[in-house]
């Protein structure tokens, strides 16, 4: 947010427990050596608390999904409940952005960025968040120099120019190397997905 002033490097207690549990439940679901090295690397920098910046909490019109997102995603995969729970608690202090910058049609799309640049704690080395699609929505091709892993929370396709169109599942992973080409789309219900991102 721009002007937005920095606080001391004090993670709010519930934004702390869903970085934990998001992290630790990604590097237990990761089923590829580059996916497990890149988590390895975003656990141990999280452990850093960088420069906290003021967000004004609040949903984007997308949000409208995010209920009944989150309780497909506790019902199919259960060893995702837990995570569902803790973004439950954290959610209210967090900022949903993303709508403008998408360049989707509004109610399309919305985005928390939690850690990362313009996020709730800027910093430039690792990145983590969450993304929501509402049904019937493509999010565009794009590309960043951080390798990802992806942490599906619905049903959904993702797309890599180097392997097409596929779907990981509820409570699937992949990784995706840096640099490389990549989108997302959703079908009949909301895609919700967390990313964690890490600079190499």
């Known amino acids: 947010m721009k002007g937005a002033k920095v606080t001391p490097?004090?993670?709010?207690?519930?934004?702390?427990?869903?970085?934990?549990?998001?992290?630790?439940?990604?590097?237990?679901?990761?089923?590829?050596?580059?996916?497990?090295?890149?988590?390895?690397?975003?656990r141990e920098g999280a452990k850093q608390v960088g420069p906290q910046t003021p967000r004004r909490a609040g949903r984007q019109p997308a949000c409208q999904h995010l209920g009944d997102a989150l309780i497909r995603a506790a019902a199919t995969d259960p060893r995702l409940a837990p995570l569902c729970a803790a973004f439950s608690v954290a959610e209210p202090l967090?900022?949903?952005?993303?709508?403008?910058?998408?360049?989707?049609?509004?109610?399309?799309?919305?985005?928390?960025?939690?850690?990362?640049?313009?996020?709730?704690?800027?910093?430039?080395?690792?990145?983590?968040?969450?993304?929501?699609l509402a049904p019937h929505v493509r999010y565009p091709d794009h590309n960043h120099a951080p390798e990802e892993v992806y942490l599906a929370l619905s049903d959904?396709?993702?797309?890599?120019?180097?392997?097409?169109?596929f779907t990981p599942g509820t409570g699937g992973t992949f990784y995706n190397q840096p640099s490389v080409r990549h989108a997302m789309r959703s079908g009949e219900t909301p895609l919700l997905a967390i990313w964690a991102l890490r600079r190499v």
Do not use: K
């Not at 490097?9 to 970085?19: D, K």
């Not at 993303?98 to 799309?109: D, F, K, N, R, V």
């Open 156 to 165: 959904g396709d993702f797309w890599r120019e180097t392997s097409g169109w």
């Open 94 to 132: 967090l900022e949903w952005t993303g709508e403008e910058e998408s360049g989707l049609a509004p109610g399309s799309y919305a985005e928390i960025t939690l850690l990362g640049p313009g996020g709730h704690e800027e910093r430039r080395d690792i990145w983590l968040g969450l993304s929501l």
């Open 9 to 42: 490097q004090i993670r709010p207690p519930e934004v702390q427990n869903f970085i934990d549990v998001t992290l630790a439940l990604m590097a237990g679901l990761v089923s590829t050596p580059e996916a497990g090295a890149a988590l390895e690397g975003i």
